[in-house]
């Protein structure tokens, strides 16, 4: 009998512990997808994906249902419905962020693209115009739409720049003291937040966006000194917020690489400035059928302006005359005086881009260039010295001759 009573003891023993290690799997299993959907709303990127997570989440919901009494017990201070409350919550606060950020993001795009477009249309035009060489008749409408789309991108680019520098900024209070110092609970409430807000993305956003604009739009001197202005102020709220995230993040390996990335986009973005001021320069050449080398700093303009000019020299009296001084009138009068000395040189010399002796060196090489289209008439000079020779002469010997008069008078 005692036998059989220590059998049925056993056997309920183990049946308890197969159903309690049943329960702990679900719950295990419950927290583990649950996780997963906080991560998943964290990371969203687009309003689509968060919408597709309410469908899941809603099916997620209705699984775990028949455990609700199991989970209201493991899930303490929370229960099965606070925690579907929770990720419904965050929903909307995540959703409500990028309602703000897309409407920006959507009203750039449209005009992107249609920068885009009018800069290949005007492009062409303006190599059309070139043909016409002496009637340079330009397309006013279409030139006057495409610098009021370049300036509406712009303002919208520094309208979502605004609002991606005040939520930086709301950051700033909470990381202006020593973040070393902060405890992991601070740490994971600075975290949780700047995900809400979804920095990050927003931030590699905007930077990857002021790059684009600056390769797809051909602008001038004073455009690039708002553009770089700018840059200047997104780098310097950044550096009061982004090393400090850096240090917050060190432990998540994935965020701390995406600070890297940002760090990235801004050299690019900078490097960016320099080279659309590079390619503007160039494009001025262009659009005077003069087609130079791409070049990208000082030493590389000096080089291939000189050399442009140097082959010019040499090929004088090879080909015709008259186009000898066609190239010549249109780069020295029509784009180096005109545009490049005027309008960019300033920019260039201000911002190190070139040295005051790279310029002397250029001007010294058209001067050189200029001795070979238009050699100083020596002609002239002869017939004047002689005038002025025979002038001498003369008043020598009317002066001699007057003398002479006036001794034979005193005789």
């Not at 520098?165 to 405890?183: E, F, H, M, N, Q």
């Amino acid at each position: 009998m005692k036998k059989y009573i220590l059998i049925n003891l056993f056997i309920a023993l183990i049946a308890s512990n197969v159903f309690a290690q049943s329960d702990y799997e679900i719950v295990q299993n419950f927290k583990n997808r649950y996780q997963q959907f906080e991560q998943q709303i964290k990371n969203a990127v687009t309003l689509e994906e968060l919408n597709s997570l309410t469908g899941e989440i809603e099916r997620f919901k209705n699984e775990f249902s028949t455990y609700k009494e199991l989970l209201d017990k493991s899930l303490y201070p929370d229960n099965f419905e606070k925690s579907f409350d929770k990720l419904g919550n965050s929903l909307v606060l995540r959703r409500t962020d990028f309602t703000q950020i897309e409407t920006l993001q959507t009203e750039v795009i449209t005009l992107r693209s249609e920068v885009d477009e009018l800069n290949k249309k005007n492009a062409e035009l303006l190599n059309q115009i070139q043909l016409l060489e002496v009637q340079r008749r330009k397309d006013a409408e279409t030139i006057a739409r495409l610098e009021k789309l370049v300036s509406e991108l712009r303002t919208s680019l520094k309208k979502r720049d605004e609002l991606v520098y005040a939520i930086i900024d709301s950051l700033s209070p909470k990381l202006s003291g020593d973040v070393s110092a902060l405890t992991q609970k601070e740490k994971e409430q600075i975290i949780a937040e700047t995900e809400k807000k979804n920095v990050l993305y927003i931030v590699k956003k905007s930077l990857r966006d002021n790059t684009r604009f600056l390769e797809v739009t051909t602008l001038k001197p004073e455009d690039l000194k708002d553009v770089k202005e700018q840059q200047s102020n997104f780098v310097s709220l950044w550096q009061k917020v982004g090393p400090k995230l850096v240090d917050v993040y060190a432990g998540k390996k994935d965020k701390a690489q995406e600070l890297k990335d940002i760090d990235a986009l801004f050299t690019s973005w900078k490097t960016g400035i320099q080279r659309e001021a590079w390619e503007s320069i160039r494009e001025d050449f262009a659009l005077n059928n003069i087609n130079l080398q791409s070049f990208y700093n000082g030493n590389e303009f000096t080089e291939i302006i000189t050399a442009f000019i140097n082959d010019e020299i040499k090929s004088y009296g090879v080909k015709s005359k008259e186009e000898s001084q066609r190239v010549y009138s249109v780069f020295v009068d029509s784009v180096w005086f005109k545009t490049i000395s005027n309008e960019w040189m300033p920019y260039l010399l201000e911002n190190n881009m070139l040295s005051a002796q790279q310029k002397e060196m250029i001007e010294k090489k058209i001067a050189e260039w200029k001795e070979v289209i238009s050699p100083k008439d020596l002609t002239l000079i002869y017939v004047g010295v002689g005038v002025l020779i025979v002038l001498i002469v003369a008043f020598f010997m009317l002066r001699k001759k007057n003398g002479t008069k006036g001794i034979q008078n005193t005789n």
